[in-house]
């Protein structure tokens, strides 16, 4: 279960909290297009204190297409092909 995280809105919460229900590896997933903005995402998750690490692809080209791609190809080496993945979408 990942979660595309980017910004701490008040969906966010209900959307990790789904995804951990569904699997104890559920994973918040951001991918950096400014550095600043995922500093501040980084501060505000430790204010949080949630449990879900944050995985943050950096995109050079301001796209979060290519870095989740190949975010999703390591998880796929990782668990093989025959693993699922599910991305949830936080209502914002």
Do not use: C
């Not at 959307?15 to 995922?38: F, G, I, K, Q």
């Amino acid at each position: 279960m990942l979660v595309l995280v980017s910004a701490l809105g008040k969906g966010t919460i209900p959307a990790l909290e789904y995804a951990r229900a569904m699997s104890p590896e559920a994973e918040a997933v951001h991918v950096e297009l400014n550095p600043e903005a995922t500093s501040r995402l980084r501060q505000n998750w430790e204010q949080w204190g949630t449990r879900h690490a944050v995985g943050d692809p950096a995109s050079p080209f301001r796209s979060i297409t290519e870095p989740l791609l190949e975010y999703f190809d390591q998880i796929d080496a990782e668990y093989g092909a025959d693993a699922w993945v599910t991305i949830v979408i936080p209502n914002s």
